[in-house]
């Protein structure tokens, strides 16, 4: 009864503290963006950001409400605050937790499993935090190398880089689904060279229509499996 | 003194650096408060003790795959402002798309046109903004929604159905867009149908792909899991490294 009591309690400052924390963290972020443009004698351009926000916001907005209720319920209360705001879930924070659950074998939902996921991504986000300080200290007497105009094209290719190695990653998850989209913004592309300057607006097209395959395809496999 | 000079000043390392130490501090708390908690629930220590030490095991390789990313990023935003996103709260792949959304919108493209500090504050502000969405619904209805989740099945086997296939499909239609660019760019980008335009872009996508493959194909087939942490980095970086080679 006592120890039921002080879980609650546990429980109840933790929703507290971590409201807290996201809010404080959230306007750091948000502000921070506006005190280095100070140092810098400018400010954002508001409106390039609001129109960079409609075209790639709307995206990165829909998957962090996925994230959100598909991986709250498997981090607890501490874990998902903590998750949230050190970042890195899908490629790091889940797994890690999943893997200290599994090893002291912690079932989803119970006190045992609040405390050993806060303890796990507690522990992965320092870790994170230690090897980036020592790497980025490392860095510094490398920028000269870094800046050298041979290494240029490498930095003005970061983007491509990016989206080939997950071009693999995911086109193999759905090669089907991957070939109509790929095909329509080319063709697009083709026919209208000067769209290219605002791919990141083509985004939401072909989101939605993968997204609209996607629905199709799985509603008809729903109604085949109900129909079985 | 160059725009990468001043983002590389002492100034914005001292921003970054404060926000990165106040999370390492809440992470401490956290990580306290836990072990407290669970001292007091009559936890083993020992088995808490596992968990700490497997999350610090698992987690260093990971690691050393977002710093790749920071060496990524630090050519066209500086070393601090990647430092802290990659430490704080971003993705090395949420990160370059949308720094790259927001030069577009600013009429340059990132790391082929001098960056300007008005450029660069206005990304760093976008970067900062699309990802807050987390710490909104966290903040707002973490307890709410826990306390409906106690007793009931996860709601995850609910919005598992279609919710996963269409992150898939989302992910598809943003690789699709961009691949598809490189190809328009390339066939129309001097001209409707010369094929004769930059073609580095779909070059360096390629290997990057190609790279992909390699390190997908020794983690599952070889399971040499660890590699999965380097991987997107990894190759990322041989992407940029054949952008180098062929000097474009």
Known sequence: MEKQKNYEAYLKNTHRLGRAVSVLTLVMLLGAPFLIGRLLGTAPDLGAAARGFLSVGLVWTVSSIVEYLVYTPMLGAGGSYLAFITGNLINMKIPCAMNARELVDAKTGTAENEVISTLSIATSSLVTILVLAVGVLLMIPLRPVLESPTLQPAFANVVPALFGAMAYKYFRKDIRLAVVPLCCMSLLFMFVPALTSSTSFMIIPSGALAIGLSYLRWRKSRKGADQA | ?248
Request: glycine fraction near 12%; proline fraction near 2%; aromatic fraction near 10%.
């Open chain 2, 1 to 248: 003194m160059s725009v990468l000079d001043q983002l590389n000043g002492s100034g914005i390392y001292l921003i970054c650096g404060g926000i990165v130490l106040f999370i390492a501090i809440v992470c401490v708390v956290f990580l306290v408060r836990a072990w407290k908690a669970g001292k007091a629930l009559g936890m083993d220590t020992v088995r808490m003790k596992r968990a700490i030490t497997s999350s610090a095991t698992f987690s260093l390789l990971p690691s050393v795959g977002i710093l790749l990313g920071v060496l990524a990023l630090s050519g066209s935003l500086g070393i601090p402002w990647p430092w802290l996103r990659l430490s704080v709260i971003g993705a090395l792949h949420y990160e370059t798309q949308v720094a790259d959304a927001a030069a577009e919108q600013l009429g340059i493209r990132l790391g082929q046109d001098p960056m300007t500090t008005q450029a660069f504050a206005t990304i760093a502000l976008l970067m900062s903004a699309c990802i807050m969405w987390g710490m909104i619904l966290t903040t707002l209805f973490n307890k709410k929604y826990l306390k409906k989740l106690q007793g009931k099945d996860p709601a995850a086997k609910k919005i598992g159905g279609f919710g996963d296939l269409a992150m898939v499909a989302m992910f598809i239609g943003m690789v699709s867009a961009y691949l598809g660019s490189y190809i328009g760019g390339f066939v129309s980008g001097n001209g409707r149908f010369t094929f004769s335009g930059s073609w580095t872009p779909l070059l360096v996508a390629a290997v990057s792909a190609l790279a992909m493959a390699g390190f997908t194909w020794l983690s599952e087939k070889k399971h040499w899991d660890w590699l999965d942490n380097f991987s997107i980095a990894g190759s990322m970086l041989l992407g940029m490294t054949a952008a180098v080679l062929v000097g474009h």
